[in-house]
């Protein structure tokens, strides 16, 4: 049985060894927090029960990680620990009666209590109020010499403020990476195809522990100080708390919610609420820390093997867990994305039992690396949606199997596109789909589509939830009377509706084309295509290689119109709207050259004739309040003049009008 024992103790202590080389050493952890404390649990049950098998190397007796090479060395004047956890109100209450035994009976107990902070403990050490030394706290005995980093993170005074301050102080604190940066970072490093990484924590170990200072100097560190340990050469307050305001007074930054509570109660209501707030603090935390105020009673308190007796980390439930990924679905978003659901084992995490958790697309699977049957950390903070972190590695099953992504829509079996360059899968299917009904009439109906007055949103989801449209040649269809059932529909706007309908029969090719919804043909390359192609047959027919010639055009877009017209189901749509009487006049070729008076003293032109058509470039400077005086084409370029008022010229400019003075129109005429 003690043979069992030995196994079990050399086992867990193989795996935490492993799994601290990666958090403290690496700054890339493999497991959850939360399952490397279990295991922790695990070993610290098993020593106390069997006291006499503890060894001196075991992790439970030992501090962090040891040193990185490249730093020197700092050995620490006193030892930096590590806390004390509880993980329920009940561990709380047990850590303060632990304390009471220790104390005289009726002794009153002020608590000091902290956020704890999620990066890394630093040591700060000013010399007659300079900063002369900064060290990582490594195994607690000997860290790293990371001077010239920390001189780089604003927060960390280079000189004491005010005067007062002991010759010899050693500050001590955590630097962390506020959330807002590590967004940052991390979305830079993903564009330049760089390691992210897992956590905030990770981010500032990783940041600080950097060879080269310049580096460090990019990231953006911060600093709260939490504790002091050598004074030397003066005194300081005698309470934690006021310590930190003296340490504030100093210029050395303190966490702005720590607050100073008289009993056990009130610290669980402390740490009620910031575990309340956790989600909106512009900080990583994963618990509180609850000190006792006294600095004697602390002295008198003292210390056990890795942590003092007078303080403990209670911990917030954790918001990353690992479980087994069963499988992949693949679900269809209301704009034709495919996403890739996880089916998780349920699993416990940031409060809720997590089942499903989003893959987001191709690029994420590929970048996790994640294939079904794997274990993987799952993520859920606030009201965020569950994510997946990362593939525990070490995990992975003989029988893993690759994510596929379908060939066909699950909803509607149109065929799936993902466009080179594009992370996204998508139904090609727009206006077919069942999942993309809604959205896609939306847009069809929408004011630079088919623009149909009263036609709004609310209106169509009503039509589509009670199935009385399906597709957009559904709408022509709708009688005033049919219309009178959805809510807020009398019978005087569903005749307006049914009047509007009849009135976007009447468009314009662009428009048409625009309403389809084919993917990233907004307004402009609409207009384009209409050009070009003059009519939608040619369009259809048209190669990828003859699209490219449309000003505006490129390969992806190409693409995505070749796979439009391909499906079947598109032509159909397309065909039954022409059949219910959705028509446009034939397009109207630009006039050759024409004379252009100038007499308008400011001049507005269109660059060229690929973005507008004369007439359109000309109703645009008109609703602008320009005064259009003449327009002239060359060959494949457009003017149209006129004076513009000059608030308006913005505007013109957003919509592609160039705006140039008289003498350039003269120089251009002169061409
Ligand atoms: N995922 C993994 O593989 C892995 C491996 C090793 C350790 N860990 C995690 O690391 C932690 C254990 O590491 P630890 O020994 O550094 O202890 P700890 O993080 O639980 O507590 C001690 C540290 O808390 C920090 N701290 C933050 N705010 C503080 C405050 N207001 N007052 C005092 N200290 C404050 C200090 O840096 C201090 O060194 C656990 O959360 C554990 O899950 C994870
Ligand atoms: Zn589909």
């Known amino acids: 049985m003690s043979h069992d024992i030995q196994q079990q103790l050399s086992a867990l202590r193989e795996q935490l060894a492993y799994h601290g080389h990666r958090y403290y050493v690496e700054d890339s952890p493999e497991i959850p927090d939360a399952e490397y404390d279990r295991m922790m649990q695990q070993l610290l049950a098993l020593e106390a029960a069997h006291p006499e098998l503890?060894?001196?190397?075991?992790?439970?007796?030992?501090?962090?990680?040891?040193?990185?090479?490249?730093?020197?060395?700092?050995?620490?004047?006193?030892?930096?620990?590590?806390?004390?956890?509880?993980?329920?109100?009940?561990?709380?209450?047990?850590?303060?009666?632990?304390?009471?035994?220790?104390?005289?009976?009726?002794?009153?107990?002020t608590f000091c209590c902290e956020p704890k902070l999620d990066g890394l403990a630093v040591s700060l050490m000013y010399e007659n109020g300079v900063l002369v030394q900064a060290a990582t706290r490594g195994d607690g005995t000997t860290g790293e010499n990371i001077t010239a980093n920390v001189r780089t993170i604003r927060a960390v005074p280079l000189k004491l403020h005010g005067e007062g301050w002991p010759a010899r102080l050693e500050v001590r604190g955590e630097v962390f990476m506020p959330k807002q940066g590590f967004d940052a970072l991390n979305a830079s490093a993903q564009k330049k195809g760089e390691k992210t990484f897992v956590n905030p924590?990770?981010?500032?170990?990783?940041?600080?522990?950097?060879l080269d200072p310049k580096i460090t100097a990019t990231r953006p560190l911060s600093f709260y100080a939490y504790s002091v340990g050598v004074v030397e050469g003066g005194t300081l307050a005698d309470s934690q708390f006021e310590r930190l305001v003296q340490l504030k007074g100093w210029g050395i930054p303190m966490c702005p919610e720590s607050r100073r509570l008289s009993n056990i109660e009130q610290v669980i209501g402390y740490y009620q609420d910031i575990g309340e707030r956790r989600g909106i603090l512009p900080y990583e935390i994963d618990g509180v820390v609850i000190k006792v105020d006294d600095i004697e009673t602390q002295q008198r308190l003292g210390f056990v093997a890795r942590a003092p007796r007078w303080a403990i980390a209670y911990k917030f439930p954790a918001q990353e867990e690992m479980t087994r990924l069963n499988n992949v679905e693949f679900q269809v978003g209301r704009t034709g994305a495919i996403t890739p659901v996880a089916k998780l084992e349920p699993v416990f995490v940031g409060g809720v039992t997590v089942s499903n958790a989003t893959l987001h697309n191709a690029d994420e699977v590929a970048r996790l690396g994640v294939m079904i049957g794997d274990t993987v950390i799952v993520r859920r903070a606030g009201d965020v949606i569950p994510q997946i972190v990362s593939v525990v590695a070490s995990q992975r099953p003989e029988d893993a199997a690759e994510i596929r992504f379908p060939s066909t829509c699950p909803v509607c079996q149109s065929k799936v596109e993902r466009v080179e360059g594009e992370a996204v899968t998508r139904c090609s299917g727009g206006l077919y789909c069942r999942a993309q009904r809604k959205e896609a009439l939306k847009h069809f109906v929408s004011r630079k589509a088919l623009d149909v007055d009263g036609c709004g949103e609310k209106v169509i989801e009503q039509l589509v939830e009670r199935e009385m449209v399906t597709t957009p040649a559904d709408l022509f269809k709708l009688s005033a009377g049919v219309l009178t059932v959805l809510e807020r529909m009398g019978p005087k706007s569903a005749q307006n509706l049914v009047a509007a309908l009849e009135k976007s029969k009447l468009t314009t090719l662009p428009r048409f084309l625009y309403s389809l919804g084919i993917r990233e043909v907004g307004e402009a390359t609409a207009a384009n295509l209409a050009k070009h192609f003059e009519?939608?047959?040619?369009?259809?027919?048209?190669?990828?290689?003859?699209?490219?010639?449309?000003?505006?055009?490129?390969?992806?877009?190409?693409?995505?119109i070749v796979n439009f017209f391909r499906e079947a189901h598109n032509l159909e749509v397309i065909q039954a709207l022409r059949d219910v009487g959705v028509n446009w006049p034939a397009i109207e070729k630009p006039a050759d050259d024409v004379e252009l008076p100038l007499d308008g003293k400011t001049v507005v032109l269109t660059g060229s004739l690929s973005l507008l058509t004369r007439s359109e470039a000309k109703a645009a400077l008109q609703e602008m309040g320009a005064k259009v005086t003449g327009s002239v084409s060359k060959k494949t370029d457009l003017l149209v003049a006129g004076e513009a008022a000059g608030s308006k010229l913005t505007k013109a400019q957003e919509l592609g009008i160039e705006i140039w003075d008289e003498q350039a129109l003269v120089d251009f005429m002169q061409r």
């Open 54 to 109: 503890i060894t001196a190397d075991s992790p439970s007796q030992r501090v962090g990680g040891k040193p990185l090479d490249g730093f020197s060395e700092v050995r620490h004047e006193l030892p930096m620990l590590s806390l004390d956890n509880a993980f329920s109100d009940e561990e709380l209450k047990a850590f303060e009666k632990r304390i009471g035994d220790r104390l005289p009976a009726s002794f009153a107990l």
């Open 535 to 560: 009519t939608i047959e040619a369009l259809s027919q048209a190669t990828q290689e003859q699209l490219i010639e449309v000003p505006d055009v490129g390969n992806i877009v190409a693409e995505h």
């Open 201 to 210: 924590r990770n981010a500032a170990a990783g940041s600080l522990r950097q």
